[in-house]
Each structure stands twice: as C-alpha cells, then as structure tokens.
C-alpha cells in the first residue's frame, strides 16, 4: 500500500519554464490537496478538490492550476515558473468530507526555480 | 484574522525529559485541533487529534495534548523525550463548520532532543 505518492521528487526549473507535479493515491480517499512548505511559515494550501471534477482555490493559488484527472489523481502545474515558486509541494488525501479526519501526505516535491 | 501560533521556533530538550510543544489559536467559533510531525525530508504524519470531548487525546508514539478553552491552547505533551523524536512539530486546526476539511496549519516548531 503505497499511500500518497509524489512525483518529481526533485526538480530545477528556468524562470518561465512549465512544469506538472503529480500526485496519485491508492486509499480511495474523496478529497485531495496541494501545500506548498515555506521555512518560517509553515504549510499553506493551494488547491484542494472535495471530489472528483471539482477543484477550488486556497490561501495561495496564484501561478498554479490543479486538474483532478479522476478519484485517485491531482496535478498541480506551474505554467511559467517564478523564483517565488521555489518551495517543498506536499500533496495530501482525506476520506470523506468534514473535518474530523486525518490528512495523509506524500513524501513532497522540492522544486528550485532558478 | 483566525490562525494557530506556535511561540517557539525550537525547543531543546535532554533524552529522557519530559517534552512540550506549545500551540495557542485564535478562531471565532470552534474548531478542530491536529498535530502533525515531519522527519526530516519525509511527509508530515498525523499525531493526534482533538474533536469533542475530553480534553486530554492521546496519540502516536507516546504524545498527548490537552485542549484548554479558556486558555485557547493545545499544547502537546510527552513524558520521557526520546532521540528519535527530533522533528518539525505542527499544530493545525479546523473550523468545524468547513465541510471540505482545509488543515491551516502554524509555522511549526522544531524538536531536537540531545542524548
């Protein structure tokens, strides 16, 4: 049982350059997230999706657009990369919807952008 | 504007300490309390929770926390710190009346026991 799995783990980008973080999880949860890790400033969220075919913006959505391919898929990508953007990307899934229940990451995305 | 504080960036302690991670909020309303921990370049992995109750919750590996209303805190607590607790601590809510689940999440607090 593989949980949340992330894909890149590591990657260096140009400023302007394209690039789709995936994000896949086997645990048929219904509601997913993106947040990206800042030192200092802890995990803030950028899309989340409460179900397959719908998507919405979180505290931080500027520059990043989300695609919830099916149940277990959620891409984030970056259509022109900007230094700002450098950061850890941490994709999450919860079951059900509520509050109540515990969100489970994957291993992160550390992305440079130069 | 709502958030959680986590007032120390990092807290030293000696194996064998007892180890407290502070975390206050500021919401209107009720919320639901987390703690996560991250070793280092890993996920973050669930600790505990605080929903209703009472106001002591136990979880993973030894940690508990107590919810305290009046004093707004939800601190977490273990009795004996081990080396291998040394980690990003993370305190997080959310409002009860959220049905899509979004965790904000504080700075985090940086754990290091020294054998």
């Known amino acids: 049982n593989a949980g949340v799995t992330q894909t890149p783990k590591f990657q260096v980008l140009k400023t302007g350059q394209s690039m789709t973080l995936q994000c896949a999880q086997d645990?048929?949860?219904?509601?997913m997230y993106w947040y990206r890790q800042d030192p200092g400033m802890g995990l803030r969220l950028i899309y989340y999706s409460a179900s397959e075919g719908t998507t919405d913006k979180g505290e931080v959505p500027n520059g990043y657009n989300v695609s919830r391919l099916n149940k277990r898929e959620f891409s984030l990508r970056l259509e022109s990369a900007a230094p700002s953007q450098t950061s850890v990307y941490f994709c999450a899934s919860k079951s059900g919807t509520g509050g109540t229940g515990e969100l489970f990451f994957g291993e992160g995305s550390r992305l440079t952008v130069l | 504007a709502q958030s959680v504080a986590q007032p120390e960036d990092q807290v030293n302690v000696a194996e064998g300490n007892p180890l407290t991670v502070k975390c206050t909020y500021s919401v209107s309303g009720n919320p639901y309390l987390f703690w996560y921990v991250q070793y280092p370049n890993r996920g973050l992995q669930f600790l505990l929770k605080?929903?209703?109750?009472?106001?002591l919750v136990k979880g993973s590996y030894g940690f508990e926390a107590e919810f305290n209303k009046s004093q707004t805190s939800f601190h977490l607590k273990k009795p004996s710190a081990l080396v291998s607790d040394s980690a990003l601590y993370f305190c997080?809510?959310?409002?009860?009346?959220?049905?899509?689940?979004?965790?904000?999440f504080g700075a985090g607090t940086q754990v290091v026991v020294t054998p």
């Open positions: 605080y929903i209703t109750g009472d106001n």
């Open positions: 645990m048929n949860h219904n509601s």
């Open positions: 997080a809510y959310i409002m009860t009346t959220d049905s899509w689940g979004k965790l904000q």
